[in-house]
């Protein structure tokens, strides 16, 4: 925001003062802290929980993003984004991981969303099967919107071994 032609207050002074200014839209996951149901912490190779909201892409030693351990074909991981308070949420996109032959190796094939308010029940997306995998653009998957503080993100079904999945970002619209 940028104010221009200030009018002087009573002392001469040109300033702009606002109370409050709120910003509508964008990725409401930006920044926000992320719980998983494991994580590597890698952070010489950029694999932290904090790096699935930083905004930022994966590209080679650069803000990887979040994976989990390795671990067996079948089992299921999961992270959830806090989004500070109830948020209105219609869409939420997933950013593989995206360098060079690496892209996407560990996304899932198959995803579903939780969204709750503060507490369960909440509110669940079924679950869609057979992703194929994805290439540099995000997956997204869109919803009837609901107003929620947390968005789940829940994955099974990874791709190669290790078993692991691994997501260079989550946005939440």
Same mark, same amino acid.
């Given at each position: 925001?940028?104010?221009?032609?200030?009018?002087?207050?009573?002392?001469?002074?040109?300033?702009?003062?606002?109370?409050?200014?709120?910003?509508?839209?964008?990725?409401?996951?930006?920044?926000?802290?992320?719980?998983?149901?494991?994580?590597?912490?890698?952070?010489?190779?950029?694999?932290?929980?904090?790096?699935? =909201?930083?905004?930022? @892409? #994966?590209?080679?030693?650069?803000?990887? +993003?979040?994976? /989990?351990? *390795? &671990? $067996?074909?079948?089992?299921?991981?999961?992270?959830?984004?806090?989004?500070?308070?109830?948020?209105?949420?219609?869409?939420?996109?997933?950013?593989?991981?995206?360098?060079?032959?690496?892209?996407?190796?560990?996304?899932?094939? =198959?995803?579903?969303? @939780? #969204?709750?308010?503060?507490?369960?029940? +909440?509110?669940? /997306?079924? *679950? &869609? $099967?057979?992703?194929?995998?994805?290439?540099?653009?995000?997956?997204?998957?869109?919803?009837?919107?609901?107003?929620?503080?947390?968005?789940?993100?829940?994955?099974?079904?990874?791709?190669?071994?290790?078993?692991?999945?691994?997501?260079?970002?989550?946005?939440?619209?």
């Amino acid at each position: 925001m940028t104010g221009t032609n200030l009018r002087p207050d009573q002392h001469g002074n040109h300033h702009m003062q606002l109370a409050e200014i709120e910003a509508v839209g964008g990725n409401l996951a930006a920044g926000r802290p992320v719980t998983a149901s494991s994580s590597v912490e890698y952070t010489d190779e950029g694999w932290l929980r904090t790096n699935l =909201t930083d905004g930022a @892409r #994966s590209a080679l030693w650069y803000s990887m +993003g979040w994976s /989990s351990l *390795p &671990g $067996t074909a079948g089992r299921t991981e999961w992270a959830v984004v806090d989004l500070g308070g109830p948020s209105l949420v219609s869409r939420v996109d997933l950013h593989a991981r995206s360098d060079g032959e690496n892209t996407a190796p560990a996304s899932p094939r =198959t995803s579903r969303f @939780r #969204s709750r308010p503060t507490a369960p029940p +909440g509110r669940r /997306s079924p *679950p &869609g $099967t057979g992703y194929p995998r994805p290439g540099a653009s995000a997956q997204a998957f869109s919803f009837t919107p609901v107003t929620a503080r947390h968005v789940r993100v829940v994955g099974t079904g990874h791709r190669d071994a290790p078993y692991h999945m691994q997501l260079a970002e989550l946005e939440v619209h």
